[in-house]
């Protein structure tokens, strides 16, 4: 250890409140006074805490910090237009899944790619109903596997998300795309430029959401702001204010169509499942967002240009095996960004 870096002994600590949220035990705190925790100590000592009931406590608070779901709640859906939320108590258990989901595939060293199109959730009676998936029993959280068609696959198919990027009345892709963007690939869109004045295009005539957003697009500053997460929030449409699955809106008494298709990144798609493959393609933007967020629950602080060449390295380390999940935790806490001051 040099000027640059922590004692054993902060390390130890720092380690644990990230991936327990509590102090170092004795095992640790021994290795830490003989001075043993090299890289692969380290490494070791990772796994232990993330197999161990503590470490739920890091897969529950990561995943709700990074995913934003301590905001699931606080506007709560109507209770005329959306009962199942409440009668079905479906926001613990919206909740659970995601979390739960985030924790296996870490723990199971999945890809990165699971995240997005894993063939699994979980589930309980009142969430199987959401999901129009096969009977579930009871309130307690089962692993219901997912058909390779389904759109529950992966973390866009739950309901935590889709209702935390709705308002609880309606949906709206704008939302829904900047969280995406933010929470997946680290680049929510910037504001508009100061020097541009509010936008206030004509819908006159627009009966669903797209077609506002259509019009708004037509104006080349409204355009700036929406031509980055709009396609994503439209191809998240076909799913309502709870996430339950729709083929139309509703407008003055009448069925519209859902229009779910767009392009992103290049790739054009015409749903959810195809919007997914194109998300495929992005593996080592993902993966940076994640190394990214993982830093940040673990420092305590925001990140800083200084910091890019020990994340760039971290990415290239993972790629070779294939952006897989648990390793990017383990490369996270054998870095140097962890035992630097």
């Not at 002994?9 to 004795?26: K, S």
């Not at 009345?169 to 939302?175: A, G, I, K, R």
């Not at 997946?184 to 541009?196: A, K, S, W």
């Amino acid at each position: 250890f040099d000027a640059k870096t922590i004692t054993p002994m902060q390390l130890a600590t720092r380690l644990t409140y990230f991936l327990t949220a509590g102090p170092p035990d004795e095992e640790l705190r021994a290795l830490a006074v003989k001075g043993l925790l090299d890289a692969a100590t380290i490494r070791k000592e990772t796994d232990r805490m993330l197999e161990s009931s503590r470490g739920d406590r890091f897969l529950r608070l990561f995943t709700e910090q990074w995913l934003g779901l301590n905001k699931l709640g606080t506007m709560p859906p109507s209770k005329e237009t959306f009962p199942a939320y409440h009668i079905d108590r479906l926001e613990p258990a919206m909740k659970e899944e995601t979390w739960r989901f985030i924790a296996e595939l870490i723990r199971t060293d999945q890809p990165i790619t699971a995240i997005v199109d894993a063939d699994f959730t979980y589930g309980n009676a009142g969430l199987a109903q959401l999901y129009e998936l096969p009977e579930v029993r009871g309130d307690r959280l089962q692993r219901v596997s997912l058909p390779k068609d389904s759109p529950r696959r992966g973390l866009l198919g739950h309901a935590s998300v889709l209702t935390i990027t709705a308002n609880g009345v309606e949906t709206s892709p704008v939302t829904r795309g900047v969280w995406l963007l933010e929470k997946l690939f680290g680049t929510p869109p910037g504001p508009p430029p100061p020097d541009v004045p509010p936008i206030e295009p004509d819908i006159r005539g627009a009966v669903t959401i797209r077609q506002q957003l259509d019009r708004q697009r037509a104006d080349p500053s409204g355009a700036r702001c929406h031509s980055r997460s709009d396609p994503a929030g439209f191809a998240l449409e076909s799913f309502d204010a709870i996430g339950r699955w729709r083929g139309h809106y509703m407008v003055n008494s009448k069925p519209l169509p859902v229009a779910t298709s767009g392009e992103f990144n290049g790739h054009e798609f015409k749903d959810v499942i195809g919007f997914k493959a194109a998300l495929l393609q992005r593996q080592p933007q993902f993966a940076r967002c994640l190394v990214e967020k993982l830093l940040i629950h673990a420092l305590g602080r925001d990140l800083t240009a200084a910091d890019r060449p020990a994340i760039r390295r971290i990415v290239e380390q993972a790629a070779d095996g294939g952006y897989r999940l648990r390793d990017l935790v383990l490369l996270c806490c054998e870095g140097e960004l962890i035992s630097r001051k």
